[in-house]
């Protein structure tokens, strides 16, 4: 995965929604073996499903839930190698095998969660989780300069 191409790809978009947007197509082009990703966004104390490429997923996840739940109950990345091993874990595609859940952090408050969901078992290495980790920070600083806010 190049960042280079993934900075090219968001900077200069005015709308926040794009950048998600683009955001989401792009990791399901570039990395293999994975059948959703997307973000959910926090509003009080339910994450509601924003922009994504897999399968129809769940809208509404109560942060008492799921590894997203646990994402923004811990502030921190979870690498869930075994899905099916993860207590409370929400199966949105029965092919789901692994996930990686990184928090987006604006101006240090917690905004919502990247949520990748995987086939494959252990599928995320730790240089994945780095690297991934560093597409989210391009990300927010991008957010930060959107000036277009479309309320839906
Ligand atoms: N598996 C997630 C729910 C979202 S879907 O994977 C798209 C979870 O346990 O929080």
Redesign the pocket.
């Known amino acids: 995965m190049n960042l280079k191409s993934y900075l090219a790809l968001i900077e200069n978009t005015e709308a926040a929604l794009s950048i998600y947007s683009n955001t989401a197509s792009f990791l399901y082009q570039e990395l293999p073996t994975i059948n959703?990703a997307?973000f959910?966004f926090l509003v009080d104390k339910t994450l509601h499903l924003g922009p994504?490429m897999?399968n129809p997923?769940?809208s509404l996840?109560n942060i008492n839930?799921?590894?997203?739940?646990?994402c923004v109950r811990d502030q921190k990345t979870i690498v869930v190698k075994n899905?099916h091993e993860?207590e409370?874990?929400?199966?949105?595609?029965s092919a789901?095998n692994s996930?990686i859940?990184i928090p987006l952090f604006l101006d240090s408050q917690l905004i919502g969660v990247l949520?990748i969901?995987s086939p494959v078992l252990n599928r995320f290495s730790d240089s994945d989780k780095e690297i991934l980790e560093q597409l989210v920070s391009i990300l927010m600083n991008e957010i930060k300069k959107a000036t277009v806010q479309i309320t839906l």
């Open positions: 959703w997307g959910y994504f897999g997923a769940c996840i839930n799921g590894v997203c739940g646990k899905v993860f409370g874990h929400i199966a949105c595609d789901s996930e859940v949520d969901d």
